[in-house]
């Protein structure tokens, strides 16, 4: 693993070092906008795919896929491009885009526009959960003060470039994250996921060449084309590269979001800076990913871990959004199960068959489990259903259901003897 | 013209123009926010002009009303208070916080204040997981969010909304 450093500024959440950095004149006085301009000016949108490509930026909204990476399967023989950014952040546990989209907008749009550029799209849709309707009227406002600067319209610097963008929206759905069914959302019907492939990249929004991607992954994209991909690969370890927003939650002293370099240990994270467990109390569980990941037993072992793609998976679970919930020993495991498949059951669009009966059953039977009133085999089957899951379902969603279900019966068994 | 073109012509149009012109049906989602926007619920008759509106069957705009969470069919209090008890709210009293609001405000979860002022309802995460209790309030005027909530400062926001409404 790459040596780390530790930044002591924040590249992401940097109205934490600059407070004021979310008015316009702020931002333009510590040099913002100038690498749009000189993006658009100067640069062509294949050495850009690169440098991303380059800089290993993975993408920030769970699947950690390589950004550059995606951009280069955009279709050039098909007009034209969309850029869809994905601010609808649903997933329990998960606060990090909504800190950045409110606190430091400018770097988020200059991020979004300039990625725009580079897969060549004209139009970009921010489409952001219906909660954040007051973010997505500030966005608005914002948008309106780049066109009068000249920096959204036509003709952009004198070049024949144009660029829009529009806020969309949603309404309530976890499931209008997955990116296929939040293209369905925008298109107004309903928000259900799509067979695949056909991916974005190849058919999108409006059948057209698409790339979905997460608010945080592109809110670095401006900052990487202005320092280059080296810098940006001296934060951070050699598989995952630069900073993380990571989004503590549950039962430590000091929840919220922690701007740190991919690779940071959970022991940091939760006692350096989430100042330790409530109470002084022993910590019991991790969920890695939010209400979607596995729990792992908290050993010394797993808080040495580094978290970072490449590392949590040896422990069973995903750094996924790298939405960090802690379980302390107040917490019972089938008090836990039965909260998640409560969030799941709710969400199943109901598209295919094993996610919308299995959720159902398993909701039957946690809340049954939960209450103690029930037997071993009640805990058996549900493991079974959970299991009978994995593999048979159209979207993730269905798969993420089973995932703390099946994790907790198989390593947290004494919460489950009767 | 029908009645919501004519109320909210200038709104309308706005929307529309966020989508290209042949794919209008983009737009059902912020016309239902604009039709919702009177009562805080969409009419029957809200879903056959949007309909109109864009060139989509009743059913279909039905269809979309009935997937999201956040438009109603029904009407309820003009403040909804959308308390998280989700997993690290829940974690963090969000349960406890929405049973001892409910006590004090004298109604369950799901239902109205006799003065039609408050509904008090039960939600999934809102993204907002390290400031529990939290709620948001949704209302003809929007979504507002309200974070490190006790029950007591809960109660002085719906004494202020009780004022608002005497003035
Ligand atoms: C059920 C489900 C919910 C999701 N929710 C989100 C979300 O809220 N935000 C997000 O960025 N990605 C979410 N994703 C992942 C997206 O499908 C997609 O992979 C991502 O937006 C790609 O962006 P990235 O490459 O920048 O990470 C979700 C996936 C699934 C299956
Ligand atoms: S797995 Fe669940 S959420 Fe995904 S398509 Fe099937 S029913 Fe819908
Ligand atoms: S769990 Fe309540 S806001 Fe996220």
Known sequence: ?418 | MNALQHKYAKDIEKVLAKYPADRKQSAVMPLLYIAQRDGGYVTKQDLVEIGEILDMSTTEVASIVGFYTLYHDQPAGTYRIQVCTDLSCALRGADEFLENLCENVGIKVGETTEDGLVTIEAVMCLAGCDKAPMFQVQSPEGIEYHENQTVESTLALIESWKQEKED
């Open chain 1, 1 to 418: 693993m790459a040596e780390q450093k530790v930044t002591g500024h924040h590249i992401l959440l940097r109205h934490r070092d600059i407070p004021e950095i979310g008015e316009f004149e702020v931002y333009t006085a510590q040099g913002g906008f100038e690498t749009f301009k000189k993006v658009v000016t100067t640069m062509e949108p294949e050495a850009i795919k690169q440098l991303v490509l380059d800089s290993g930026l993975r993408g920030r909204g769970g699947a950690g896929f390589p950004t550059g990476r995606k951009w280069m399967f955009v279709d050039d023989n098909n007009w034209p491009h969309y850029l869809v950014v994905n601010a609808d952040e649903s997933e329990p546990g998960t606060f990090k885009d909504r800190e950045i989209m409110s606190k430091n907008p400018w770097q988020f749009l200059e991020g979004i526009m300039c990625s725009a550029f580079a897969i060549g799209a004209n139009d970009i849709y921010i489409y952001l959960r219906g909660e954040f309707w007051q973010i997505a009227h500030e966005l608005d406002r914002q948008i309106e003060k780049l066109h009068a600067e000249s920096l959204l319209g036509e003709k952009l610097f004198g070049t024949d470039y144009a660029l829009n963008i529009y806020t969309h929206l949603g309404a309530g759905a976890y499931i209008c994250g997955e990116e296929t069914a939040l293209l369905n959302s925008i298109e107004g019907i309903m928000g259900q996921p799509r067979l695949r492939p056909p991916f974005p990249p190849a058919v999108g929004l409006y059948g057209k060449p698409t790339v979905v991607n997460n608010v945080e992954t592109l809110a670095n994209v401006a900052l990487i084309l202005e320092k280059g991909a080296a810098w940006y690969r001296s934060f951070g370890t050699a598989e995952s590269a630069g900073t993380k927003v990571f989004s503590l939650s549950g039962r430590v002293k000091k929840p919220g979001n922690y701007e740190l370099p991919l690779g940071t240990t959970y022991r940091q994270l939760i006692y350096e800076y989430g100042g330790g467990i409530m109470g002084d109390g022993k910590i019991k569980g991790i969920m890695s990913a939010g209400a979607s990941s596995a729990v792992i037993v908290a050993t010394d072992e797993v808080l040495d871990t580094p978290m970072a793609y490449e590392s949590v998976p040896s422990l069973g679970a995903d750094l996924g959004s790298a939405s960090v919930i802690i379980l302390d020993e107040t917490v019972d495991m089938r008090w836990l199960i039965n909260k998640t498949i409560d969030f799941f059951k709710h969400e199943s669009c109901g598209k295919c068959t094993p996610c919308r009966e299995g959720t159902f059953w398993m909701q039957k039977l946690t809340t049954r489990i939960a209450s103690g009133d029930a037997g071993e085999a009640d805990v058996e089957l549900l493991h079974n259903v959970a299991k009978n899951m994995q593999g048979k379902c159209l979207c993730a969603l269905g798969e993420f259901s089973t995932m703390a279900v099946a994790s907790s019966i198989e390593r947290f068994s004494e919460d489950f003897k009767v």
